[in-house]
């Protein structure tokens, strides 16, 4: 199974369990595109600032 394939289960999977599907991204970034990788990281910090917490674990 290829990474856009997991990307694309783990969605479903999350949405089915009640938690926000874009806590999943999928990003490729070669390692020598260092500003593209700073760019990537900022939107994925940014995006999960503004999602809810995740539900607490019930004992």
Do not use: C, Q, W
Request: charged share 30%; net charge positive.
């Amino acid at each position: 199974m290829n990474t856009y394939k997991h990307i694309k289960f783990l969605k479903k999977l999350f949405k089915h369990i009640g938690i926000s599907e874009n806590r999943v991204e999928y990003y490729f970034v070669s390692a020598a595109e260092v500003e593209n990788f700073l760019n990537a990281t900022t939107d994925i910090i940014e995006k999960l600032k503004k999602l809810p917490p995740l539900p607490k674990k019930s004992e």
